[in-house]
C-alpha cells in the first residue's frame, strides 16, 4: 500500500547547526508534498509545500528538497534553533482525497 | 490560533464508555478530517467529512462513528472505549476537496485544532 516513511527517528543537532530531515514516500503517482512540525502538546504546523513539477522551494529559513527519480523528500532547517525542537512529519497527496502522514522525525537541538 | 477548534482538551473515561469529541473548522473550510496519534505513533487517518457528507474512510473502527452538521462542525463518536484507544485525537480542515485553488495555487494542504487527549482508565 502507499507509504511515507522518515529514515531517522531522532537527530540530535548543536544549536546554530543546519539540521536536514529526511522522507522517503512510495508513490510514484503523489503530485504535492507537505512538511510539518509539530511540537509537544500542540497539532501539526504547516511548514512549507512543495509541488511535483518543483524540485527545490525555500522559506524562511527552511529548504525542502524533492528527488522524484528516488521518491526522496528532505527539509533543511538553517541555523537551527532550540525553539525548532518538535516532531517533523512529511505528508504527501495522491488525489485520494487525503494526506498520508509518515511516522515523524523527532528533532532535539542542543544548547 | 489556527481557527480549527476542538474540545474537550482532555478527556480521561472508563473502558467501556461512550464519548464524543468536536471539532470546529476554520471558517470557510468544507473538509474535515479526523486523525488518531498513539504514543510514539505517526497520524492515522479516521475519516473525512465534505460538506456534510462522509468522503473518505481510513482506518476507523466499527466502535468509532462520525458526523458533520450543516453548521459544518463535526463530532467523533468513540464508545464502548478499550485502553488502546487512549491517544491523541487530531482534526484538520481544509477549504475544499483537494484541488482547489487558492492564489493561483493548487492547495491541498489541512489545519490541525490542538486535539483531544483522551485517556482510558
Known amino acids: 500500500g502507499e507509504s511515507v516513511g522518515l529514515h531517522l527517528p531522532t537527530l540530535s543537532v548543536q544549536e546554530g547547526d543546519n539540521s536536514i530531515i529526511n522522507c522517503a514516500y512510495s508513490?510514484?503517482?503523489?503530485?504535492?508534498f507537505i512538511w510539518y512540525k509539530q511540537e509537544s502538546g500542540k497539532g501539526p504546523q504547516f511548514i512549507i509545500d512543495?509541488?511535483?513539477?518543483?524540485d527545490k522551494r525555500q522559506g524562511q529559513r527552511v529548504t525542502v528538497l524533492l528527488n522524484k527519480t528516488v521518491k526522496h523528500l528532505s527539509l533543511q532547517i538553517a541555523a537551527t534553533q532550540p525553539g525548532d525542537s518538535a516532531v517533523y512529519f512529511c505528508?504527501?497527496?495522491?488525489?485520494?482525497?487525503?494526506?498520508?502522514f509518515g511516522q515523524g522525525t523527532t528533532l532535539q537541538v542542543k544548547p | 490560533d489556527s481557527g480549527v477548534t476542538q474540545t474537550p482538551k482532555h478527556l480521561i473515561t472508563a473502558t467501556g464508555q461512550r464519548v464524543t469529541l468536536r471539532c470546529s473548522p476554520r471558517?470557510?473550510?468544507?473538509?474535515v478530517y479526523w486523525y488518531q496519534q498513539s504514543l510514539d505513533q505517526g497520524l492515522q487517518f479516521l475519516i473525512q467529512?465534505?460538506?456534510?457528507?462522509?468522503?473518505a474512510k481510513g482506518n476507523i473502527l466499527e466502535r468509532f462513528s462520525a458526523q458533520q452538521f450543516p453548521d459544518l462542525h463535526s463530532e467523533l463518536n468513540l464508545s464502548s472505549l478499550e485502553l488502546g484507544d487512549s491517544a491523541l485525537y487530531f482534526c484538520?480542515?481544509?477549504?475544499?476537496?483537494?484541488?482547489?485553488?487558492?492564489?493561483?495555487?493548487?492547495?491541498?494542504?489541512?489545519?490541525f485544532g490542538s486535539g483531544t487527549r483522551l485517556t482510558v482508565v
Open positions: 484538520a480542515s481544509s477549504v475544499e476537496a483537494p484541488g482547489q485553488i487558492i492564489s493561483g495555487a493548487v492547495w491541498y494542504g489541512y489545519t
Open positions: 508513490n510514484s503517482a503523489s503530485d504535492y
Open positions: 512543495i509541488r511535483s513539477n518543483m
Open positions: 505528508a504527501e497527496n495522491s488525489n485520494t482525497g487525503k494526506l498520508i
Open positions: 471558517s470557510g473550510d468544507l473538509s
Open positions: 467529512y465534505y460538506n456534510g457528507e462522509e468522503r
